[in-house]
Structure formats: C-alpha cells, structure tokens
C-alpha cells in the first residue's frame, strides 16, 4: 500500500507538471549566464567613446528563464571601478545577498573580482529587467529579464512574436563626469543627448539613421511588446503611429486588459501591451513608434524623441533599409503622443490600471494594515557651506530627503551589520514614520521656505509578517515633480493616489482594495500622493528609493529591514561564500 500511494503521488506530481499546476518554487532547472562587466568603444550621434558594458553588448544581454527555475549569473568585474547587479523587480525571497544594490545588501564586486547572484524565481512571471546598482552605471549596464510563465496568457489574442522595447539615455561625454560635477558642486546634471530604443537613438537625432530600431511585422498578427524603462531620469511617454496598445501586464504582474493610444512608463517601471498590426502603410511600408519625456519639472530636461519603425512585411518597400526621410517638424498628436506636459492624460491612464483579481490569479492586497508610515519625497535646498562653491539655486546645493532624512550609505553593507547583529553607528532604525513638522506640503513656496535637510543613515524596521502602508507623500519644494519610487524585495499594491496632501481622516476611505495595481515602482503624482500596502513577509534589508537617479544621488532613499520569522524557512539565508567585503 506504502509504494502504491508513493507512486500516486508521483503520477499526480507528474500530472501538475504537465498542466503547468505547480507552485512556481517547484523546479529542478538551474540556468547559468556569465557576465563580464568591461568597456567598449561604442559610436553614436557622430561621437565615439568608451562605454561600460555587459558581454560588450548596448544594452546587456536578456536574461530569459522559466518561473520557478533557480538562477545563477557570475558576475565579474574587469573594470577598475567597482560594481553591482540589481536585478529589479526579483523579489529575492529570503535571498537579499543577490538584490545587488552597493552598501544596502552587498559590498560593491571589486576590479578583478567576481560574484555570484544566485537566486530562485517564484511566483512570478512575465517582463522585469536588470541594471547596475552602483553609481551612475545603469546609464549603459542594463537589458531585459524575462520569466516565461508555467500557465498559458491569461488573455486569448494568439501571439505572432514578441520583442523588448528598452527606453534608454545617451551622454556623448563621459557619465562618470556628469555625477561627479553634480556631487561636487550641488547643482544639477548635464541633461543627457538622446534617448534610445534598445539601444539606438534613432532618425530625428544627427547621424542616426543607421541607429534605428525596425520591427517587421505581418499584417493581422498580434505581437507582444515588452517595455522597459530604464531611462536614467526620465518618465517617458510611448506610442505607434495609427494603432492601439492594449495593456494586459505591469512590472509582472498581469492586469485587467484596456486599450490606449499611449503609455507612460517611469524609469524601473515595465509595460507588456499586445499590438496587432491592421493598419494600411503608406508607400513608405512603415509606421513610426517614438518616445518622448513627460515633463513634470521646472528643471533644465532633454526635449527631444527617440524613434524606431513597424515595417509591415510584404510591402515594396520591405527591403529598403532606411524607411523613409524625417519630418522636419514632430508632430506628437500625428503619432499618438500624448503632449509632454498632460498630467491629465496620464492620471487617466494610472486609473485604468487593474489588478486581473481572478481565482487564478488573486489579488492578495492587505485590508487591514499594522502600521502606517507617512514619508514626505521632497526635494531640498541646501545652504552651501563656507569657502565651498555650489552650483545649485540661488549658489546653495540640491539634495532630496524622506521626512527631511537625506540618506547617507554606510561603509559595510546594511544586511551585513543586521545578519550578524552588529552594532555600530552605521545605520539605525529610527526612521521617522510621520513628518515631524506637518506643513501644506504641496501649497508652500517652493523657494522661499528653509529646505536644509538632515544627513544619516536611518530606516524602518518591522516584525515579519506586518501588512504595512505608506503613504508616498510629495511636495511643492523647487517645483513639484513626479518621482517614480521603487521597493525592493516585495511587490505592493497602489491603494490610493490623490493630488494635494494626503488627508487621513477622509482618503482610506476611497482606497480601492478589490483590485489595486499591484507593482515594484509607483510613479507618485505630480504635486500628490500614493499610497501602497503590501506584507512584509520577505526577512532581509531592503531599499526604498527614487529611480530618478539624480534624485537618489541627493539622497532621496531609505531602507526597510523585515526581521526574520519565527520559523526557519521565515529567516533570512547564510551569505553566500564569495560575498564581496568592503
């Protein structure tokens, strides 16, 4: 009887493997991928420079896997700098030691040296991507992470292909120089000179034509795009000529399908939309696809648009290499974008996002919380210290602050001080959960107030299992501005937005807990809030930040450490043997 049963099991094991049934954590695949982290001179507008690389490739190599697969990529460093890999979105359960970020979970992959991230992919499916977390090098390190799913599309539209869109930025001078000036001297970043499509800037910047992404597709078919942005400081509006995108996923996690003409994707962010090619080309075979900046900022940004092409197969002009000669002027109504400043349309289109909330796929929001965090975004003026030159507004330096809390990285990384109970001054858990003066935060001046900010290394710890809000509230200082803020380690669920200051007596009210986003980076309204709920059921140390990097250079980031369960498997893993050391 005892082998019958043992062999029933496996004849349903086997069953649940077949139909795809399985929890995604159930897998005995291991995928293995090298990365050499090094420079190559790469050409682009007329200029050539060195630029640091994944394997010699702009962008990186895609990293595609299965749910449920565990993952090791080596990481070796053949740069003199330092580096890290994040690869976002992952939520690395109860594997911190691979998040990647430099000084939160890992001291930084020295020159020479190599890494290992080791992690397993569960429950989870679909487009996230990968970037460097040190520095400014995400500028070029970065590509695409794809987990193809053990269950078939919730959606029926038959897919002909699928391909990634990459939203990217380029700098004709060295990256490097740009932060470094900025760090020096207070100011404001050289704005970069182009935006890129997986790489290519595209044919309304100089010498670029041959630089220009071309997609062939078939008439009547449906193709699924992936869409990354991993843009340095730039929210990004995207849209092709005469059709529609439906969108069915966000950040990999699959929502209620609606259409739009266009979609605004923040830096971290991705977008997966069905496009199906039924439109009628012109003589020149082609329709264009081209992104440009939502502009929410008063500070200088790059105005241009990065462009690629829909080639419908079985025209005359299919084998033409150069689709057709560039308008002088761009037109965004012509190709369905929306204008760089319409707030409006892209409230709208946030509203529209649904989590699918089926049995299959449930929507697991929290509908109560323990505890409630109230974080100000803010950006700061900083009065500039004697004898020093500053660059910033009025000859003072920018930063940017949580609750008026500039983060400061410590020198040993945080998950290291917290696994082995160290204690020292390098961080500490006091972050404030609420402002400590309530001011009208999106009503003052936004420079006549004093922004000087505090410098420290503080943040939020909690019990393992608490279903925790906070509430992402931003402010009028300097200008008000949309700030894309990504948590790493856990997804959560976008409950509230609103514009003005968040009002706890009357805006829970109107949270929606039926079927909420469900994200890895919210964008947080211009002049407004957020607020997102999620269960702090991932034990390790983790960062909050701002994924406009500028933004996370003055310290606009904080962390959260979720304290280990009383269980074993509630508890964070042992490092691994090769963790870097400071």
Known sequence: ??????????????????????????????RRFQFNVEWKNVTRLCSTKPLLTVNGEYPGPTIAVHEGDHVEIKVTNHIADNTTIHWHGIRQ????????????????????????????VQYQRGTLWWHAHYAWQRASVYGAFLIHPRMPFPFSAPIQDEFPIIFGEWWNGDVDEVENEMVKYGGGPNISDAY????????????????????????????????????????????????????????????????AT????????????????????DSSGTFLMAA???????????????AGFLRYKNTVTE????????????????????KMEDTKFVTKFSDNLRSLASPQYPCTVPKTIDKRVVAVVSLNLQDCPANRTCKGYEDNRFFASMNNQSFVRPSLSILESHYNKLRNNEYSTDFPEKPLKPFDYTGVDPVSENMNTQFGTKI???????????????????????????????????VGRGFGNFNVAKDPAKYNLIDPPERNTVAVPTGGWAAIRFKADNPGVWFIHCHLEEH???????????????????????????????
């Not at 400081?233 to 969108?247: G, P, R």
């Not at 266009?262 to 080309?281: D, F, R, S």
Request: with cysteine; aromatic share 12%.
């Open 1 to 30: 009887m005892e082998g019958l049963i043992q062999h029933y099991g496996l004849f349903v094991v086997m069953l649940m493997i077949l139909a795809g049934a399985l929890p995604s954590g159930f897998s005995q695949t291991t």
């Open 93 to 120: 359960l109860r594997t911190g030691w691979a998040d990647g970020p430099a000084y939160i979970t890992q001291c930084p992959i020295r020159g020479g040296k190599s890494y290992t991230y080791k992690f397993t």
């Open 196 to 259: 890129t499509i997986n790489g290519l800037p595209g044919p309304f910047y100089p010498c670029s034509n041959n630089d220009t992404f071309i997609k062939t597709v078939e008439h009547g078919k449906t193709y699924l795009l992936r869409i990354i942005n991993a843009a340095l400081n730039d929210e990004l509006f995207f849209a092709v000529a005469n059709h529609t995108l439906t969108v069915v996923e966000i950040d990999a996690v699959y929502t209620k399908p609606f259409t």
């Open 262 to 281: 266009a979609i605004m994707v923040a830096p971290g962010q991705t977008t997966n939309v069905l496009l199906t090619a039924n439109q009628v080309p």
């Open 292 to 306: 440009w900046p939502y502009l929410t900022s008063v500070f200088p940004f790059d105005n241009s648009t990065t």
């Open 319 to 338: 084998n033409i290499k150069h689709p057709q000669k560039m308008p002088s002027t761009f037109e965004p109504n012509k190709y369905n974008l929306p």
């Open 460 to 494: 939020l710890e909690v019990p393992y299992g608490t279903n925790l809000e906070i509430v992402l509230q931003g402010t009028s200082f300097l200008n008000v501005e949309n700030h894309p803020i990504h948590v790493h380690g856990h997804n959560f669920f976008i």
């Open 552 to 582: 996370t250079s003055w310290g606009l980031a904080s962390g959260l450490i979720v304290q280990n369960g009383p269980r074993a498997s509630q508890c964070v893993l042992p490092p691994p043997k090769d963790l870097p050391s400071c």
